[in-house]
């Protein structure tokens, strides 16, 4: 079972980036078996379908941001500090990506929830998760909030905040462009805290 776990994370990593650049429906089932390197049956031994693979790397990348963002050791005591941080992070991880291909869960909104309404109930799951992360790491830093600020409805204006800087350095592929966008994010935090936002 372990050895089984790992040959299907080896398939969920060999295709994401494809699908990431080229998009999930663009992405044809030969292309998939090429890049994983598997025949159609041991590719259906791990998957039922495409639409199971595409619920599957769901989770995978979402895991994965889980763990680039909020898993590792904290750079500060301060909630605050601590969110400016994980900002600073996934600019940098999409800033080394060439070309820019937006957020592979944000393209999937696009794709999927019009498709199928089990995509559209996965993704809100998803992305309720991402604002709680957020929203919990407000909650802690609230003393450092404006009194009038809702640390819920905050994560949620930044979460789709980043969508939008990540939906429009996909468009433009300009690292200039995504680090406005990335700016805007974090002026939306500056904003609504009792410290002087810094000049970008």
């Known amino acids: 079972m372990v050895n089984l776990k790992r040959t ?3 398939v969920l990593s060999s295709v994401l980036e494809r699908i990431h ?5 663009a992405t044809g089932l030969k292309d998939l078996f090429a890049f994983s390197g598997m025949s159609s049956g041991s590719f259906y031994n791990y998957f039922r379908s495409k639409d199971e693979l595409a619920h599957a790397l ?3 990348k979402w895991s994965q941001l889980k763990t680039a963002l909020f898993s590792s050791e904290p750079t500060s005591t301060d909630a605050l500090d601590q969110l400016h941080h994980i900002i600073d992070r996934l600019e940098a991880i999409h800033q080394a990506e060439r070309p820019c291909a937006g957020c592979f869960l944000g393209n999937l909104i ?7 309404p089990s995509f559209r109930e ?3 799951h998803v ?3 991402w604002q709680a992360e957020i929203a919990q790491l407000l909650h802690a830093g609230r003393s450092r909030l404006r009194p009038n ?3 819920n409805i905050l994560a949620q204006q930044l979460v789709t905040a980043i969508e ?3 939906l429009m350095g996909r468009l433009y592929n300009n690292p200039d462009d995504l680090k406005r966008g990335f700016d805007t994010v974090r002026g939306l935090l500056h904003s609504a805290t009792d410290q002087e936002q810094p000049n970008q």
Do not use: C, K, N, W
């Open 110 to 116: 696009v794709e999927l929830v019009e498709y199928d």
């Open 164 to 166: 939008g800087a990540l």
């Open 58 to 60: 769901i989770d995978y």
């Open 21 to 25: 650049q080229q998009g999930f429906h």
């Open 149 to 151: 600020v809702a640390p």
């Open 127 to 129: 992305f309720d998760e």
């Open 8 to 10: 299907r994370e080896d």
């Open 122 to 124: 996965h993704l809100t």
